[in-house]
């Protein structure tokens, strides 16, 4: 088994930024029903919440991320679960983060920027269980990280790719 080390790291990294943003203007427009979003520079305070989805393949292991407050992610959650009668409650914008995370990996993987990929780059994946964060997470100096910042509605809300080398 080769694994992904350097520039082969910084082109996954790059694909899968590709493909989440795909996934975020999809999920924006069509379950969400809001505006398509604008990517934007990031603010100096995104927030202290954060979901996060693992994706293992033979070669690499990614975290996917969703990262904005408190009341963004409240925001999001209530479009989300539409008809609700009122804004969501803490409970339903952690399920409805975890439901997004699933979301957005699936239409993700279903991307061009990574369904074009050689077999044995991409897949095949197993899916992690989503989880919900509250502050910084450490990352190791080995990962390589990238983000993209967008205004999804009313608020700023960041996607998270940080791909691990296996070794």
Do not use: H, K, N
Not at 75 to 96: C, H, I, K, Q, Y
Not at 109 to 122: M, N, Y
Request: glycine share 10%.
């Amino acid at each position: 088994m080769e694994y992904l080390q350097g520039e082969a790291l910084e082109e996954l990294a790059a694909a899968w930024i590709a493909a989440l943003t795909s996934a975020v203007e999809a999920v924006a427009t069509t379950t969400l029903r809001l505006p398509r979003p604008e990517e934007i520079a990031e603010p100096a305070e995104l927030g202290p919440l954060g979901g996060f989805l693992s994706v293992v393949a033979p070669s690499y292991a990614v975290q996917l991320g969703l990262i904005a407050d408190e009341a963004q992610m409240q925001a999001l959650a209530t479009a989300f679960l539409r008809g609700l009668g009122g804004p969501a409650s803490a409970r339903e914008v952690v399920t409805v983060l975890c439901e997004l995370l699933e979301l957005l990996a699936g239409l993700a993987l279903a991307a061009p920027p990574l369904s074009g990929r050689p077999r044995g780059v991409i897949g095949p994946q197993a899916f992690g269980v989503p989880f919900v964060a509250y502050g910084p997470i450490d990352v190791p100096d080995r990962a390589l990280v990238r983000r993209r910042t967008f205004q999804v509605g009313a608020g700023p809300v960041a996607i998270v790719v940080v791909v691990y080398p296996r070794a």
